[in-house]
């Protein structure tokens, strides 16, 4: 990728920004997830029941933000096996869905791009090849190397994205976080990175009840699709 002038970084999430998760993806992740909690959860009789399955999956996802740190901090799982094995999804390239043009949309926005993912590398590579996006990022980061001190810090966690900044060399008034979690959004607004609320794969759990997809304070610019992104420099400032 040819250098560019701009001191604008774009830093892209994966799932739900650059394709259709929630499409079909989402729940084969979520099927084999419960599987393999319900596996670690279980005893001599068997695999422990759906209620508790979903019962501690939600605890730790509020808790840590990611279901995989509650399984590691308090069962004792490898955090890589467990990763692989949520994301051993059989026919992935077929449940692939993204907007037209995508490519040549990343193109358009001036600066680098990094592609910043709480998904594992492996799945993360496949997604990226089929879409014809992989040559497209200056630098991918998957969940295994968001690390503090050899510690796993995904997103949402400040920590790691103020360790991520330091490493790169990067100012935060320069970079940009597109995204479909508020969450993640709010982290990165706390450190002064601008961020993008990208709205079109947002599932209805994230709607309120008229439709429109829930904001907060912490988004600076909320847009449909990538398509528009360069319709909002203005906003989100020439740098």
């Known amino acids: 990728m040819a250098a560019s002038r701009s001191r604008r970084v774009w830093l892209f999430d ?55 740190l509650g399984m590691v901090r308090h069962h004792g799982v490898d955090a890589e096996h467990f990763l692989q094995a949520a994301h051993d999804i059989d026919g992935l390239t077929s449940m692939i869905r993204a907007e037209r043009g995508l490519r040549r949309r990343l193109r358009q926005l001036p600066g680098k791009k990094i592609l910043l993912t709480n998904a594992p590398a492996g799945y993360a590579g496949k997604v990226l090849r089929h879409l014809r996006l992989h040559t497209h990022f200056d630098a991918h980061v998957p969940v295994e190397q968001m690390r503090v001190h050899r510690q796993l810090q995904p997103k949402p966690s400040v920590r790691f994205l103020r360790h991520f900044l ?54 600076d610019v909320a847009v449909h699709d990538i398509r528009r992104l360069s319709n909002y420099r203005k906003i989100i400032g020439n740098l």
């Open 166 to 219: 330091a490493r790169e060399r990067l100012r935060a008034r320069d970079c940009v976080l597109v995204e479909d979690s508020v969450d993640n959004l709010r982290a990165a607004r706390k450190l002064g990175i601008r961020t993008v609320l990208l709205r079109h794969y947002i599932p209805a759990s994230g709607r309120k009840p008229d439709g429109r997809v829930r904001s907060a304070t912490c988004v």
């Open 14 to 68: 994966l799932d739900n920004t650059l394709h259709h998760a929630s499409h079909a993806i989402f729940p084969e992740i979520n099927r084999l997830m419960n599987a393999y909690i319900a596996r670690v959860l279980g005893d001599d009789h068997g695999p422990a029941d759906a209620e508790t399955v979903n019962r501690v999956r939600l605890e730790y996802y509020l808790k840590y933000g990611v279901t995989m």
